[in-house]
């Protein structure tokens, strides 16, 4: 299993070129089971999760071809020819849900393995299925799976969300395009990902109107056609580098990085010391004299994103001063506390609250990581403790985060891949 070595210590200075979003790719790979015709993808990254998905549609008969040769362009198109969605893929990746709302759609049944719970929390997927269900889908779960039938196609339905779910809107608004009828989907996620969803359709033929606010109404339609989209900036990655910045000292250019799509992590980060400003080709990231504590608290975007929770924990342990942080969107995600801890960090969990008191410096440590955004929140505290840091089992990382260690080395950071 590959590694990441880390000599912390050196401010960051330079350029960095923001890849499409893992977030918004998922979603959108997962529409082109919505025609038969071409869906071409550019700016897709090439990720661990992406590659999933590519292996998940190929295997519901969707020819998967990358005419660059970057690989960041993606072509889907073919007839479905199968159905379900075996538990070996899902069990990978859980956005692998993303396929029942198209299937079920587009063929009017779709067999998908449960996804079950992971590192961060339960993540139940209840509504997904109950959306579905209002929409006149029959669900059965069995030996694991869901088995969705539709024999009458789905019908449109008004569905009021408890909670903004990223996942459940996506896959119901996808459902919802060649629904009978009207679809209306209130209080839903409104996160960037939803918008080059919802942009993407509409370039394919659907109706979507109230893009970008929490009550999305779609008109059904016979069908989609072939479509052209660009993935947008990934705005995780880009507030990733940004407290890379803060927390080195450094200043670095983002390129392609969007400050619209950063929503209460500019002003945070701001009140942090690390000021965030937009330029014609991306955003430039600068440490303001020292990092201040300063609270945050997850919520739906454009709050706080639980994506940049562990982040910014690093963020905070170097700065002066307390905080609190508290995390309200997944009930298990403090995974990474203890190995900053194992670091020199000084974090203490209750419940769903880490008050977090800065020192100085972090020290350079073996460390381990648990899940995707924890990895790289363990590269980040390497980037500024003294001493070596060994990242140790980074397939993590490679579920989304492209080329970080050449990123960083391209700005000044010691560090390499071992593999
Ligand atoms: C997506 C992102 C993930 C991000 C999360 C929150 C992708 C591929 N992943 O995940 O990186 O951390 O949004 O911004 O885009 N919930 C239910 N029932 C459901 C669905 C969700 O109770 O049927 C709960 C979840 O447990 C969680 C909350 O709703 O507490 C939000 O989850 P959701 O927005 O659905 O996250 P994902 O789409 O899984």
């Given at each position: 299993m590959d590694k990441i070595r880390i000599r912390g210590g050196r401010p960051l200075q330079g350029e960095i070129e923001i890849s499409g979003a893992k977030n918004a790719s998922l979603p959108l790979m997962a529409a082109?089971?919505?025609?038969d015709e071409r869906l071409v993808l550019t700016?897709?990254?090439?990720l661990a999760d992406t590659q999933t998905m590519a292996l998940l549609l190929e295997q519901h008969g969707i020819a998967v071809e990358?005419?660059?040769?970057?690989?960041h362009t993606l072509s889907l198109g073919g007839p479905i020819t199968n159905t379900e969605a075996p538990y070996d893929i899902v069990s990978r990746m859980?956005?692998?849900?993303?396929v029942l709302g198209p299937l079920l759609a587009r063929t009017r049944e779709a067999r998908v393995s449960l996804p079950g719970g992971c590192e961060i929390g339960a993540r139940p997927v209840d509504l997904h299925l109950k959306g579905l269900e209002q929409m006149g889908a029959t669900i059965l779960l069995e030996g694991g799976y869901v088995n969705a039938k539709a024999p009458n196609g789905l019908q449109g339905a008004t569905i009021v969300f408890p909670l903004p779910s990223v996942g459940a809107t996506e896959n119901l608004l996808m459902a919802a395009t060649l629904a009978n009828g009207r679809t209306v989907l209130a209080n839903a996620a409104r996160e960037p990902e939803i918008i080059n969803l919802c942009d993407c359709l509409v370039a394919m033929g659907a109706q979507i109107t109230g893009?970008?606010?929490d009550r999305l109404t779609i008109d059904g339609v016979a069908s989609l056609h072939g479509a052209t989209c660009a993935v947008i900036a990934d705005r995780i990655e880009t507030g990733t580098y940004a407290c890379a910045a803060g927390i080195t000292g450094g200043t670095l250019h983002l390129r392609g990085g969007r400050l619209d799509h950063l929503g209460a992590l500019v002003s945070t980060l701001a009140e942090v010391g690390v000021e965030i400003t937009a330029t014609d080709t991306g955003i430039t990231v600068q440490r303001r004299n020292g990092l201040h504590g300063v609270d945050a608290m997850t919520s739906p975007y454009?709050?706080?994103?639980t994506d940049m929770q562990a982040q910014y924990m690093v963020l905070m342990s170097v700065a002066e001063g307390a905080s609190m942080i508290t995390e309200t969107?997944?009930?298990?995600?403090?995974?990474h506390v203890p190995e900053l801890n194992r670091m020199g960090a000084r974090i203490n969990v209750h419940g769903a609250s880490a008050i977090v008191r800065g020192t100085p410096w972090l020290s350079g440590a073996p460390v381990m990581a648990t899940d995707l955004r924890a990895s790289v929140s363990l590269i980040l505290a390497g980037l500024v403790a003294r001493g070596e840091t060994i990242v140790n089992d980074v397939h993590h990382l490679d579920r989304g985060f492209e080329t970080v260690e050449r990123k960083l080395a391209a700005c000044g950071a010691d560090i390499e891949r071992m593999t």
């Open positions: 082109g089971l919505l025609t700016r897709v990254p090439v990358r005419p660059a040769n970057d690989g859980r956005a692998s849900i993303l893009i970008g606010t454009p709050g706080f994103p969107i997944f009930e298990n995600r403090f995974m």
